[in-house]
Every structure is written in C-alpha cells, then in structure tokens.
C-alpha cells in the first residue's frame, strides 16, 4: 500500500477523490477512507484481480477511464492490480504512539524499528526446532518422519490419510514433477512389469538422473529469481548473454549443486571466480545473473533514482528469494508489520550500492564481463571497431547497399512488364528496338530479361513457361509480386545485419557475412537480383559511376578493409550479463526514500532480527556481498533453510507448507505444520544443502504417494488440505502442456542450451522483433524460449506465467473461458494430435487397439470397456454426419480432445 497504492492515490486520485469533493462518491485521501471505498466495491476480488472495476478504469478497459489526464503506465496498473490480488490491505491510523492497533498487525509508530520480545519469538525469526518426529496411532502406515509428522497432523483433526495412488497415476504425477513431461508408453510398460517392492524407488531415481529434471526445477527458480532476456521498461533492450545464467540455473539443479555454494555463487561468484582456489572460474561471473537480470530503465534521466532503482530490485530478489522477507517498504519507512527499520534497508543497500550494475556506474549499458583471459576482449573490440569505422568511410563516397536497393527499386516496377516484353522478342519474333520503344524500356535492360527468361532449364520460371496467351499478363504480375516480398524480407535481414555490424562488437559478438537470400526460399528474387540476372548490379558497375577522386579515395578505402578482413577475429568473446565489485559506497539513509535528502551512514551488514540467530561475519569485500552470502548459509541463520526447504515441498504439492513463501513475517501465512517445517529445514542441512536428496526423500514418502481421491468428512474438515490428507490436485503449467504437447506428438526438440536471439540492443518501438517468440512456432522446450520482459507470451500469459518483474514464489492458478478457447484452437495442438494420431493409425489396424493407444499415449493409463465403447462412438458418429471428415481426422478429433481434457491438463 505505502509504496504502490498510496502514491498513486495521492499524485492521481485525491484532486477530485477528496473528503471535499468525494467525487463519485470516493475518498482516496485516508486509509480510512480507502477501506469504505473498498466496502462499496471498488477494488473487486482479490481472486479476481482482473475484474476489479479501480483495475479495468485504470487499465481503459471500463466505460469510466481514470485518471481522465491519461492512461497511467503499465507497471504503475501491474502494481495496483497486485495490490489488489493481495486484498487491497492499507494501515490502520496510527494517531499517537500509544496506539496498540491490536487485532491490526500494525507497529505501533513507537516500536517502528524496534526489536521486541514478540518479535524474537515470532516463529519465523525463531530457531530450528529440534523436536523429534511424533508418533501416531497408526505408526505402520509411516514409513518416513515425514509421513509421521502428517499422519500425526491428520488423527489430531480426525482425519485419516488417503490411499496409496495407482502405479500409472503415481508414475505420471513423478515424471511431470521431476521432468515435466509425460511418461512414455515404454516407461510405463516398465514400470507396471516391474513387481520389485523398490520399483517406484527405481523411477524417482531415474527421472532424477536425467538432464530433463534441470529443466523442469531450474524453470522452478527462475520464476523466483526474475528471470528475463530483457530490461524491460522503457526501451526493453536485450541482455544478449542472459541464457547463460539460465544454463547455468539447469547445469546447477542436474549436478545437484549444493545449495549453500548456490547461493554463494549467485550473490559472490564474480568475487570467488578472482580467487583461483575457489574452483568456481568464470561459472560464478554467470551466477551473478541472479542480480544482474532485473528490470532496468535504461532511458532514466535521473542517475541516482536509476542506480537506486536497480539497488532496490537486488534487494527485495535477495531478501525474498533467500529470507522470504519483505523489506523494500522500508526504503521509505521503517516497516509497518516486521521488524525492519529503514536503517536494515540502507544497510542491505550499502551492499548493492557498492556494486557495479552499469559500466559507468549509474550510466550506461548493463554490464557485460568477458568470459576470457584479460585483453582480449579489448583486442576483439578493437579490430572490428576500426573496420566499422572503415566501412563508414566508405559508404560515406559510396552506400553500395543504398545504391543496389534504388537500382533494384527502379526495376522492380518494371519486372512484369518487362517480362511480357522479352516474351514479345525472343517467342514472338518481334524486334528488340521497337519493343523497347513500345514499352519504354532501355534496350540494354531487355536484352538482360531476354536473356534470362528464355533459359527453359531455369526451375524458378517453370510457371512462366507454362503460361498461355490468356494468363501471361497475371503469371507476369505474380512474378513481380513475388520479387517485392522477397525484397522487402531482404531489406529486413540487410536493417538487422547492419545494427549487429554497430552492437556485437560490444558484445563480444561477430554479426557474420553480408545477408543474401537462399535460392531455395527465394528463387527468382535470387535468379534476378542476387545473381548475375537482369537486375543484378556488380560493385564495378556501381564504382564506374563516381567522380575521378572519389574512385580513387573508394578504392584505397576498399583496399585498406579488404587487408583488414584478414587480420579480423574470427572466435566471438563468450560474456556474461553480471555485476561487479564497485568501489565501497559511504551509503547514507535515504530520509522518506529521498536521496536528496541524506540521513546517518550506515554498515554493510543484514537486518538487526536476523542478526540475533546468526552473526553477520566482518566484512573484508568491497561491496560485503560475499559475506552476506556466507551469513544467508550460516546453519545457525533459520530463515534460509526454512524458506527452500518449504519451495522445494511446495515443487512437489503445489502449496507449501507457508503459501506465503516470499512473506514469513506477520502479514504472510503460518505454516500448516511448522515441526515438519523445521525437520525438513535441518534435514536440508544435513544432507549437505542436496536439493535432489530432499527430492527424494519427498517423494518416497506416503504422503506424496497418496491418492487424490478425498470424502465429504475430510472435504468438511480439510477444505483446503492444508493437513495434506490427499495428494492435491495440480494444473500443470503452461511449459508443461506445451512441452507435453510436443512430446506426444513426437517432435519435441530436446536440445539443451544456447539462445535462440543472437540480436544486441533493443527494436523500434513498433517492431515485431520486440515481441517474445510464439511459443507455437518452434519446438523447443519452453525453458529455452528467449523472453522479452515488456511483451511476455499471450499464451504465457494466458496460463499465468507471471510478469518476469518481480519474485515469483508461487504462480497464481486461473480458469478462464479462453484457457479452453485455447485448446480447442490452438494450431500447436491441432498439429500434434495429428501427428500422434497418425503414428497410431499406422501402427494399430483395429479399431479398440487405435482407442487404447490413443489413451495410453496421451493419458498415461489403459481405458475402460465403456471409455473404448465412446471413443470408437464418437470416431464413426463423426464420419456419418461429417462427409468430409476422413477416418484420420476422425481419430485426430478423438485425440484432440484427450489432449484438451482436464485429466491431461492436471496431475493427480
């Protein structure tokens, strides 16, 4: 509210929404005065963040558009709807000290950064608690502690747990949740033969071997920690090496990375790679991607409110992501609910701001760190700084790609007549002169498109030599058609190439030869233009047109590059978008977050709570990052291993054990069951900060091998199955359906790594290139598709991806009209269900086998008598009331709709 709501309402609202003027009936100038608002109904749902009436007036998407001035920017909209998803909570009045504000939450203004008793006895700040598993009545159901911690849990509420799940149920719920993708119909052969009492064992160990399993929990932390390929705001330029920290990410979660060093290498890695006995080398200079990847307003005027932007995105990512603390309201105030002065704010800052995230400090692009021995990244700048510089001279006598296009554009207008023409001499006998007279046309010119047209062994003109007296005229005009949409794809590659020519270079990158098309996509246009063809104009040609001099100076300059070309690096710098150490900042406190207006100075150290469990070490760094590192994975701090044991429960049951879990303190939720918190937290440490051993130490319980099935009593008494006493239903997520749908249909690309944008900087305003990659379009695994923070994905976003903006905890879980719309349209899965179906008709010939398969594939589980009975119905009703539909399609419709089912779409 203080740092999102109360500003907006203040600058935009409160002019005409006053206690004075109460315009509309509203007042937006007290909180007091926001909560009666909010008692009519103005702010919605909080479920509903979208349906808000305040949301869809600011967004113009309401017949009353507010502020009347103007459309506010998106992120201001993004920021209110958030605060709107969080049930529109604003601060009670706090009129003296004395306030008790009991039942509000809120500090009393006298214990606003003030460590209480209350406050080191609140259950997040506390200790591990070393209480040893309980045990239950029906202890032979337990076959872990944690099942012990549950069932206990469960006979308290008496309630019982759920039966065990089905193998084809237990085998699809585990290979989504370890790889996200379906089951193949081998691995579930081979696990219902297997009979061994160690059979599902057997599975998780395997699934947990394989590289896919990075790719699914590394996507799982990167929704905490931001990530992006972009800046976002304003000009959202690219960070052209950002996938490194992502390949990183899935390499980290596969080696099964200890999340002790994980941390460390995130928030120090640039410091530990100068230390060459930390064996961590140019690994950790990636790592720092974790901080480096924020949103960034590059176009910012103001220097100091940029730097401090980027200072305030790196801690609340920190303090969040490790901590699952909420600071960053305290950059104005001393926070309202936790015990976090704006003194704790300032001191995390003097950490940040004693860090390089901009080459010039405040100014300039993001920094970007060579990947190689020192210098020769400055060697490779060099030499094709000075050939572009080279090239300016140049074109600045002569643009040959300037001049080549007015050529081409000329003749271009005149490429269907001048086919009809030719056509006139060299098959109609007629003389060349006088047709060239008829039409206008430069003799010289014709004789080219004579020349070329009457080749018969020309591929590219096979239409032209079947046209006829009648359709010429047309065949001619489709050429010419065809020629300007291949020129203008050509003019889009030649735009692209000369920005790589100007902005690889600082990116360590080669933007490659001068564009040409492909004379298999592009035939004619190649034939005619690119080649030795009618229109084709050769440098000769246009260097005969210049003045003696400027020749001369032309051919000297020509020379120079052309010796130049051969001293050129070939071997492209690798970098990385990171951070580095700056020099120690004397930070002050910001009074009211104004840095013009400069409070006491302030230690590089984290929050005074925090302090209490575990000592901040001296800090001997420039910045003091790598020792808040060290302090974040002391074993004696309680937030940390609380906070990943609970994301790593929460991978596997959807909800952690905090549903809050960027917020433990007061305004976050309780844990549902805080002693299984603890152990999991101490088992985390125990077991060397190994993420795949509490991975499988989950997922070997009872409790997650449980049915999903529940009664009307546990229904009654565990509405929300916060006791766990049935597996919880889960949709699957957009990567997921996606990467699935490739799958089933065979043509999932499985190569790991790399970017698929080689592109620098950012596009026009108005450019398509500004727009993420459709997802639809290739078949890579979702992870792997590159993002641009301003235009996310429609179907990303569609299944609520997030905003890529801020940590990412938990998604939210939508159903929408369009969600279905989606499945029942979409070109992805219509392509897929072909293909999948026409591999089963091929290999299945009876009908009840081609059904079988059909669900054994898509679904993962053998159909029932009456389920077969529907399918075969469904397939032959199809083809009597639907003459056009052939026995294929028929069958494609069957799969379709298994693959737009909800079985398919959730785990169970």
């Keep these: 509210f203080e740092k999102n709501a109360r500003p907006l309402f203040a600058t935009k609202c409160q002019g005409c929404h006053n206690a004075k003027l109460k315009s509309g009936g509203l007042d937006f100038s007290s909180p007091e005065a926001i909560k009666e608002a909010a008692s009519m109904g103005i702010f919605g749902k909080p479920s509903e963040p979208e349906g808000s009436p305040l949301v869809r007036a600011l967004s113009y998407e309401h017949q009353i558009k507010m502020p009347p001035q103007g459309k506010l920017p998106v992120e201001t909209i993004t920021a209110v709807r958030e605060w709107v998803a969080a049930g529109a909570p604003t601060p009670a009045s706090t009129p003296s000290a004395g306030n008790s504000l009991a039942g509000t939450g809120v500090r009393p203004i006298a214990l606003r950064g003030v460590i209480t008793d209350a406050d080191k006895n609140f259950w997040s700040f506390k200790p591990l608690s ?67 009492p160690n059979a599902f064992e057997k599975v998780v160990d395997r699934l947990l071997a394989s590289p896919r399993y990075g790719e699914r929990w590394g996507r799982h932390w990167l929704d905490v920690m931001r990530y992006a390929d972009s800046t976002g705001s304003d000009e959202d330029h690219r960070y052209p090496h950002a996938w490194r920290y992502r390949d990183y990410v899935v390499q980290a979660f596969n080696d099964d990375m200890p999340y002790n060093q994980f941390v460390r290498e995130q928030l120090a890695g640039d410091i530990l790679a100068a230390d060459p006995n930390s064996g961590v080398g140019y690994r950790g200079i990636i790592a720092t991607g974790f901080l480096a990847l924020g949103k960034k307003a590059l176009a910012q005027k103001d220097l100091p409110l940029k730097r401090y932007d980027v200072v305030d995105d790196q801690i609340e990512v920190t303090a969040k992501t490790f901590m699952g603390l909420t600071v960053n309201c305290a950059r104005c105030h001393d926070h309202k609910f936790d015990p976090i002065a704006t003194r704790d704010y300032y001191q995390l800052a003097a950490i940040f701001s004693s860090t390089l995230s901009f080459a010039g400090g405040e100014t300039g692009e993001s920094v970007q760190t060579p990947l190689a021995a020192p210098g020769e990244f400055e060697a490779f700048k060099k030499a094709w700084t000075e050939y572009g510089d080279l090239e300016k001279k140049v074109a600045s006598i ?46 010289k010119q014709l004789a080219l498109w004579m020349d070329y047209l009457k080749d018969k062994k020309r591929p590219e003109l096979a239409k032209w030599h079947a046209a006829t007296g009648g359709n010429r005229a047309d065949i001619a005009a489709q050429y010419q058609e065809e020629f300007r949409r291949s020129a203008y794809q050509y003019e889009q590659d030649l735009s692209w190439w000369k920005q790589a020519q100007r902005n690889f270079p600082n990116a360590g990158k080669i933007a490659g030869p001068h564009p040409t098309m492909s004379a298999e996509k592009d035939p004619f246009f190649v034939a005619v233009w690119q080649n030795d063809g009618p229109l084709h104009l050769t440098r000769e040609e246009q260097l005969a047109a210049l003045a003696p001099e400027e020749l001369k100076n032309a051919r000297m300059l020509l020379a120079q590059a052309a010796a130049m070309e051969k001293t050129l690096p070939t071997k492209e710098v690798p970098m990385a978008d990171a951070v580095k150490e700056g020099e120690t900042m004397d930070q002050k406190i910001f009074v009211r977050g104004d840095y013009h207006n400069l409070g006491d100075s302030v230690e590089r ?47 596997h049951f959807g909800d952690g054990i905090v549903r809050t879990p960027e917020n433990y303190g007061r305004l976050g939720e309780r844990p549902s069951n805080p002693e299984l918190l603890d152990y999991l937290a101490k088992a985390f440490i125990e077991s060397g900060w190994s993420i795949k051993k509490m991975n499988r130490m989950i997922m070997l319980s009872k409790t997650y091998q449980m049915s999903a099935a529940f009664d009307e009593e546990t229904k009654l008494k565990d509405p929300e199955n916060r006791l766990i006493s049935h597996y919880p239903r889960q949709r699957l997520s957009i990567e997921e359906i996606r990467d699935a749908y490739l799958a089933l249909g065979g043509e999932l690309d499985l190569t790991m790594g790399g970017t698929l944008d080689p592109a620098v900087g950012t596009d026009g305003e108005t450019s398509t290139s500004r727009i993420s990659m459709n997802p639809e379009k290739t078949n890579r695994r979702s992870i792997y598709l590159p993002l641009r923070r301003s235009n996310l994905p429609t179907l990303y976003m569609l299944f609520d991806f997030g905003d890529a903006t801020s940590p990412e905890g938990k998604r939210s879980s939508t159903t929408v009209a369009t969600q279905a719309l989606f499945a029942m349209n979409s070109p992805l899965l219509m392509r897929e269900a072909k293909s999948l179906t026409g591999a089963v008709l091929k290999q299945e010939k009876l009908d009840s086998r081609r059904a079988e398969e059909i669900y054994l594939r898509v679904l993962g589980r053998r159909p029932d008598g009456s389920e077969i009975d529907t399918g075969l119905s469904y397939v032959q009703g199809l083809r009597r009331k639907w003459n056009q539909i052939d026995e294929e399609k028929a069958w494609t419709s069957l799969t379709h709709a298994l693959m737009a089912s909800n079985e398919f779409m959730f785990v169970y």
Aim: overall charge positive.
């Design 130 to 196: 070393q209480a040893a598993p309980p045990t239950p009545k029906q202890a032979d159901w337990a076959v872990s502690p944690i099942d012990r911690f549950i069932l206990a849990k469960l006979e308290q509420n008496g309630l019982k747990p759920a039966p065990q799940a089905d193998k084809t149920t237990l085998l699809r719920r585990a290979t989504f949740d370890l790889t996200g993708l379906p089951p193949t119909r081998k691995e579930l052969e081979d696990f219902l033969a297997d009979r061994s």
């Design 398 to 443: 002569i643009d040959f790609d300037k001049d080549a296009k007015k050529h081409r554009d000329q003749g271009e207008k005149e490429i269907a007549t001048s086919m009809q023409a030719a056509h006139r001499v060299y098959a109609g006998g007629e003389a060349l002169a006088a047709v060239a007279a008829d039409v206008k046309l430069g003799e």
């Design 605 to 651: 150290t984290p929050p005074s709570i925090l302090r209490l469990s575990a000592p901040a070490p001296e800090v001997k760094t420039r910045s003091g990052r790598l020792e808040l590192a060290d302090w974040i994975v002391d074993p004696r701090n309680p937030l940390p291993p609380r906070v990943m044991a609970n994301r790593i429960w929460q991978g």
